[in-house]
Each structure stands twice: as structure tokens, then as C-alpha cells.
């Protein structure tokens, strides 16, 4: 069975520290991988897709980046956070190429920037 | 763009009733899919139930149903025979068929069932 791995589940940052949020997916291959934030109270905003290793589709400009060095890992990163970097940020895959398949969620990670 | 509307921010019900949570979507793309997801306190995500822009059936998942109006797009989320446990967050999405299999999130209901 597939699973989807996120850590840390919590995390607390100053402003201007850097982030790496990591998550992993098990059981499956060729998946297509997501990030998502969703602020307190709020629906969820797709920040990355990614199609393959090394593809990334960017959905909202801001100072997050993503990358894909294998298949099944996805990394969320950032250089300088800010405040409004807060949220709960999701991880997630599908199955490629159909829309018939939901996505499976990660655990998420609780980040607060001070 | 792809829109998912969701006009209810929260809604009550009473242990045992039925409830409806409305989602409109707004898309020019022939071939979609169209997902429900529950969020409990705890922030975990839960797939709820599916249902594809071809199929002339309504999705049914145990106590969930999806009332599917496709010249209406609206996918509306009835739950039935209400439980404590239903209390959460519920979210619709749809699904883009071959750009990316990009999925796309209304703002959400709020639930709370009432004893």
C-alpha cells in the first residue's frame, strides 16, 4: 500500500531562517506531487505541482521554491521566511495522467514564523 | 480559471439528520473529476468520495452521496444520518483531466453536528 511521509510535523522559525520541509511517498511510482498551504481557517492554496523529477509548476509567486530531486521525494524550501509564510502546509500525490484518482494527503506541517 | 465555490462557511446539524453541503465549479474542460474531502481538528485530509464528469450515476460512499448536476456544475455533498464524529471541515475539489492533473480547492464548510 502506498503512504506519504511529511516532517516535521511542527516547526517555529524566525523570520528571515531558512526553510526545507520534506515529504516522501511510498508504494508508488511516476506519482505526480503537490504543495499546498492552507492558513487558520482557510481553504487550501496549491503552491507546487510536479510532473516528474526536476519539473515544477509554480502556481502563486512568492518567496517558496520546490524541487524534485527523485521520484517520490518533494522538497519545499525557503531562503528568508516572513511572517505570512505561517500556515499548514500539505504535502500530496495522484496517480498520473487521469483525473479519475483523488489525492492522498501527508500528515502536514504547522509552521509558525516569529 | 478554474473555480470551486463553496457559499456555505458553516453549517449545523442535528445527530441523525441529513445535511447538504453545496459546490458549484466553473471550468470549460470537457473531462473532470470531482472529490470530497474531510478535515478533522487534527489538519489530516480524508478522501471522502469521487465522482467523474461522464458518469450519468451519482457517486455513493456509505453515508455519503454526491448530487451531481453537471448542466448546473454543481457537485453538492449530502451526508446522512449525521454523526458526532462528521463534525470537521469539508472541502470540494475538481480535478483537470491531462494539464498537469492540477486539482483545485473551494474554501471549505464548516460542520458541526449537534448532539
Known amino acids: 500500500s502506498q503512504t506519504i511521509h511529511q516532517w516535521p510535523a511542527t516547526l517555529v522559525q524566525p523570520v528571515g531562517s531558512p526553510l526545507s520541509l520534506e515529504c516522501t511517498v511510498e508504494?508508488?511510482?511516476?506519482?505526480?506531487l503537490y504543495w499546498y498551504r492552507q492558513a487558520a481557517g482557510r481553504g487550501l492554496q496549491l503552491l507546487f505541482y510536479?510532473?516528474?523529477?526536476?519539473?515544477i509548476s509554480s502556481e502563486v509567486p512568492q518567496n517558496l521554491s520546490a524541487s524534485r530531486p527523485q521520484d517520490r521525494q518533494f522538497i519545499l524550501s525557503s531562503k528568508k521566511l516572513l511572517l505570512s509564510d505561517s500556515g499548514f502546509y500539505l504535502c500530496?500525490?495522484?496517480?498520473?495522467?487521469?483525473?479519475?484518482?483523488?489525492?492522498?494527503f501527508g500528515p502536514g506541517t504547522r509552521l509558525t514564523v516569529t | 480559471a478554474q473555480k470551486i465555490t463553496q457559499t456555505q462557511p458553516g453549517m449545523f446539524v442535528q445527530e441523525k439528520e441529513a445535511v447538504t453541503l453545496d459546490c458549484t465549479y466553473d471550468?470549460?474542460?470537457?473531462?473532470?473529476?470531482l472529490f470530497w474531502y474531510k478535515q478533522p481538528s487534527s489538519g489530516e485530509m480524508i478522501f471522502l468520495i469521487y465522482?467523474?464528469?461522464?458518469?450519468?450515476q451519482n457517486a455513493t460512499e456509505g453515508r455519503y452521496s454526491l448530487n451531481f448536476q453537471k448542466a448546473r456544475k454543481s457537485a453538492n455533498l449530502v451526508i446522512s444520518a449525521s454523526q458526532l464524529g462528521d463534525s470537521a471541515m469539508y472541502f470540494c475539489?475538481?480535478?483537470?483531466?491531462?494539464?498537469?492533473?492540477?486539482?483545485?480547492f473551494g474554501t471549505g464548510t464548516s460542520l458541526t453536528v449537534i448532539p
Open positions: 500530496a500525490w495522484s496517480v498520473r495522467l487521469t483525473s479519475a484518482y483523488e489525492q492522498y
Open positions: 508504494g508508488t511510482s511516476n506519482p505526480n
Open positions: 510536479s510532473v516528474g523529477i526536476g519539473q
Open positions: 471550468t470549460s474542460d470537457q473531462s473532470y473529476g
Open positions: 465522482q467523474g464528469s461522464y458518469d450519468e
Open positions: 475539489a475538481m480535478r483537470r483531466e491531462n494539464t498537469g492533473n492540477q486539482f483545485y
